[in-house]
């Protein structure tokens, strides 16, 4: 089966530039999550998806993070500008949507980006 | 609000030690709760999971038992390898739309 699939897994851009991660979720899930990890704060939610909705985008850090779900298939993550500190592994993930909550969240292998 | 709380790594141990990385909730109704593993570079996989109080999840010789008396799920595994080296998250599931509490994180380094 295929898992959750993000492009690029690796991306080197320069301050100010616009970043933009992808994401496909497993076929049938309904729910998208958006995480990023760094060593100082670990592992944050920064936005989730169900059934292509944003239902909370709380833990977007500011209006420079955007975050899109055109299509049960596809999700983006966007910053523009970038700066040096959203250098960090942005990790996407999915699960099978609404309902009980003993349904695990299966994740990608991550996009490491770095800004310079 | 739902916490999880872990203990702090890392974790040094030789191979064929014993393991237990705590791990303690605070949550309202009845949660499920859960292990991953992040191996370097990847992304996070499940490892275990307990849905009710009582309940023992276990894969690849790790076990974890849900105690809603101390609201903790303990990870354990009796003779760990080399190849278990990386991070463990501890995290509770507890709303209709499946969004996870994650702890922080306990790095385990195993040495031949």
């Known amino acids: 089966d295929a898992g959750v699939i993000q492009s690029p897994r690796h991306e080197v851009t320069e301050m100010g530039q616009e970043v933009t991660l992808r994401c496909k979720p497993i076929s049938g899930h309904n729910s998208l999550f958006w995480y990023r990890q760094t060593m100082m704060r670990g592992l944050e939610l920064l936005i989730y998806f169900n059934n292509n909705v944003p239902i909370d985008d709380s833990g977007m850090p500011e209006d420079r993070f955007s975050a899109k779900m055109p299509n049960a298939s596809f999700s983006t993550l966007k910053i523009q500008p970038s700066e040096p500190r959203d250098s960090a592994v942005y990790f996407c993930?999915?699960?099978?949507?609404?309902?009980?909550?003993?349904?695990?969240?299966?994740f990608g292998d991550g996009t490491r980006l770095s800004i310079l | 609000g739902d916490s999880v709380t872990q203990m702090e790594g890392p974790v040094t141990l030789s191979e064929e030690a014993f393991l237990t990385i705590n791990c303690t909730y605070t949550a309202t109704g009845y949660p499920s709760l859960f292990w991953y593993v992040q191996y370097p570079g990847e992304g996070l996989q499940l490892l275990l999971k307990?849905?009710?109080?009582?309940d023992k999840g276990s894969n690849k010789g790790f076990e974890a038992t849900y105690r809603k008396e101390t609201t903790s799920f303990h990870l354990e595994k009796g003779s760990v390898q080399v190849s278990d080296s990386a991070v463990y998250f501890c995290?509770?599931?507890?709303?209709?739309?499946?969004?996870?509490?994650f702890g922080t994180g306990t790095r385990l380094l195993v040495s031949p």
């Open positions: 995290a509770l599931g507890n709303t209709g739309f499946q969004k996870l509490v």
């Open positions: 993930a999915s699960s099978p949507g609404q309902g009980p909550s003993n349904q695990p969240q299966h």
């Open positions: 307990a849905t009710k109080a009582d």
